[in-house]
C-alpha cells in the first residue's frame, strides 16, 4: 500500500518469535503502514514451528539467527515493491523477543561496516548463531572464546540497521538478570557467575531512547533511506508494548487473554522473587513490572460454562445481581499450577474463613473475577505499584469486551478502567520510541511526544462505596492466600 509522496514518518519493526511485523507511523502518530514476514508461512526452508526449533531434550528452544535476516530483507523488498518512499522515514526503532541472545564471531564487525548494496543481508551474514550465554560458555567454551560480540534480539536486529554492533538498551538489558537496575550498569557478581569477559562482549548499556546512530550506508543506497535516517535503539517486546500502549506514571495495563499480564508503570520498584523489573522504555527515571497469570480466560471459560450455562450474557448477570465484595464470599480458581503465586487447586471460604466446597452459581462467578483482579493488586502492590489519583487502568485482550468484567476491575482497583486497541503494540510503541528519540535530546517527555495518538475509550469508572469494599477485604484476601500456600503442596491437589 503506498503512501502520499510528502508523508513523513517513522518506521517500528517487531522481530517476534513467529514472525517480523514493520509499521510506519506518521507525524499525526497514525499508522499508514504494515506488513509482516511469517517465518513458518513465509520461510519454510528453515524447518522452525511456531518460529523456533525445539531440540532433541525437549527444553532447548533456538530460532535461525539467518532466518531473521532473511525476513527483514523479504519484508523491505515486499515494502519497495508496493512504492513505500523510503527516504521519507526520519528514524526507526525496534523490538525484539525477550530472553534470546545473539552471537558474532570474531571479525563480523567488519561484515556489517562493509555490507555490498547489490547483494541481500542473508548472503552476506551466513555465519552467526545464537544460544544462551552461561550454557554456550559450559558447553562450547571455544565458540565463546571466539565470540567478539553478545547481543539481544533486540541489539541483533538493531545492528542489522547500523552496518555496526548495536548497544543493549536498559529496558531490554534489565530482563538479562545481569544489570543493576538503579544504577544501569552490569553487576560485576552476575558477570563474573556466567562466564570471563563477558562485559566486554556485552558492551555498555544505554539508555532506551538513544539515537544509536544514522541508519548504515547500505539501506541508503539498496532501498533509498535518507542518510540522516537515525536508528534508535531497540528493546524488548514487552518494553515496547508499554510505550504503543502510552502508559503513564501510576497507570497500569491488564491483558485479558489466556494467560492474564499486569504491565506497571513503578516509580519506586521492590524487586520480588516474582514479577520483573526493567527500566521504562520511555523515561529512564522510572521502572516498568511485570506480573504473568497462567489461570486467565481459560479459567473464566471453565467458571462460564459450569455455572452460567456456557453464556456469557448469563455470566454478566451474576456479575450485576451479586454485591461488591460478594457478601464476604473469597474464592481462589488454579486449575493449572499458578505462576502467581505458585498453587494449585480452587479454594473457596465463607465469610467466617471457613473453606467449603461449593458456592451458589452467580456468588461463584464473582469470587472467580473478584479473586483473580484483588490477586492482581496484591501482588502488583507487592512489587511497589501504588493506584495514584491520576492511575488508569489500561484492559486489553478477549475478556476486555466484557463490560461487567471492567466493572469489577475499576472496583477492585478504585481507578477508571479504559479499553484500547493494541494490535501490533510492540511495533507501533516501536515507531513511537523513534520519534521519542528524535525528541528525547531536548528533554521533551514521551507522553507530549505520542500526544496525538489514538486515545483509549473509557469502560468503567469505580462504583460508589467501592474503595471502602475493598479496603476491607483486600488483606483479607491476602491472608487467606498465605494460608493457602503454607498448606502441604499434597493438600492442594
Aim: a negative charge; proline letters at 7%.
Amino acid at each position: 500500500m503506498a503512501e502520499p509522496a510528502a508523508r513523513l514518518c517513522c518506521l517500528g519493526w517487531d522481530f517476534s518469535t513467529q514472525q517480523v511485523k514493520v509499521v510506519a507511523v506518521d507525524a499525526a502518530m497514525k499508522v499508514f503502514y504494515e506488513d509482516s514476514v511469517h517465518f513458518d508461512r513465509d520461510l519454510p526452508e528453515f524447518g522452525t514451528q511456531g518460529g523456533v526449533h525445539v531440540h532433541q531434550d525437549g527444553l532447548t528452544v533456538t530460532s535461525p539467527v539467518l532466518m531473521w535476516v532473511q525476513a527483514l530483507d523479504l519484508i523491505l523488498e515486499k515494502m519497495r515493491a508496493s512504492g513505500f518512499d523510503f527516504s521519507r522515514v526520519l528514524a526507526l526503532s525496534g523490538a525484539g523477543q525477550q530472553h534470546g541472545s545473539v552471537y558474532w564471531k570474531a571479525g563480523a564487525s567488519r561484515v556489517l561496516t562493509g555490507l555490498s548494496p547489490g547483494l541481500p543481508l542473508h548472503e552476506q551474514l551466513q555465519r552467526f548463531t545464537g544460544n544462551q550465554i552461561a550454557k554456550i560458555y559450559q558447553q562450547n567454551p571455544e565458540a565463546y572464546a571466539h565470540t567478539e560480540r553478545i547481543s539481544l534480539v533486540s541489539s541483533f536486529a538493531a545492528s542489522l540497521f547500523l552496518g555496526s554492533y548495536c548497544p543493549i538498551d536498559y529496558g531490554d538489558g534489565s530482563g538479562m538478570n545481569l544489570l543493576q537496575i538503579q544504577d544501569k550498569v552490569w553487576a560485576q557478581a552476575c558477570l563474573g557467575a556466567c562466564a570471563p569477559h563477558l562485559e566486554e562482549k556485552l558492551g555498555p548499556p544505554v539508555p532506551s531512547c538513544s539515537v544509536v546512530g544514522p541508519v548504515s550506508p547500505y539501506y541508503v543506497q539498496r532501498y533509498g533511506f535518507p542518510p540522516g535516517c537515525k536508528v534508535v535503539a531497540f528493546t524488548g517486546d514487552n518494553p515496547a508494548s508499554l510505550a504503543g500502549m502510552r502508559l503513564e506514571e501510576g497507570d497500569i495495563a491488564i491483558s485479558l487473554g489466556t494467560s492474564d499480564t499486569l504491565f506497571l508503570w513503578l516509580q519506586e520498584p521492590m524487586p520480588a522473587l516474582e514479577g520483573h523489573i526493567f527500566c521504562s522504555p520511555v523515561d529512564p527515571q522510572h521502572y516498568m513490572a511485570l506480573l504473568c497469570f497462567k489461570n486467565g480466560s481459560l479459567m473464566r471459560e471453565k467458571i462460564r460454562d459450569e455455572s452460567a450455562s456456557c453464556s456469557w450474557s448469563e455470566f454478566s448477570k451474576a456479575l450485576r445481581s451479586t454485591e461488591m465484595g460478594n457478601g464476604g464470599n473469597v474464592g481462589f480458581y488454579f486449575d493449572v499450577k499458578e505462576i502467581t503465586p505458585e498453587m494449585i487447586g480452587r479454594h473457596r471460604f465463607s465469610p467466617e474463613n471457613r473453606e467449603v466446597p461449593a458456592f451458589p452459581k452467580d456468588v461463584e462467578i464473582r469470587a472467580l473475577i473478584e479473586g483473580q483482579f484483588m490477586a492482581k493488586r496484591i501482588h502488583a502492590e507487592g512489587l511497589g505499584y501504588r493506584v495514584l489519583p491520576k492511575t488508569k487502568i489500561l484492559a486489553t485482550g478477549g475478556a476486555s469486551h466484557n463490560r461487567d468484567i471492567l466493572q469489577v476491575l475499576a472496583d477492585v482497583f478504585g481507578a477508571p478502567v479504559y479499553v484500547i486497541d493494541t494490535a501490533n503494540s510492540a511495533c507501533v510503541g516501536s515507531a513511537y520510541r523513534a520519534f521519542h528519540g528524535l525528541a528525547a535530546g531536548t528533554g521533551v517527555p514521551f507522553s507530549e511526544v505520542v500526544k496525538l495518538a489514538p486515545s483509549p475509550r473509557l469502560a468503567a469508572t469505580p462504583s460508589p462505596g467501592a474503595s471502602q469494599v475493598y479496603a476491607a477485604l483486600l488483606p483479607r484476601f491476602a491472608q487467606l492466600e498465605q494460608r493457602i500456600l503454607s498448606q502441604p503442596q499434597g493438600l492442594l491437589e
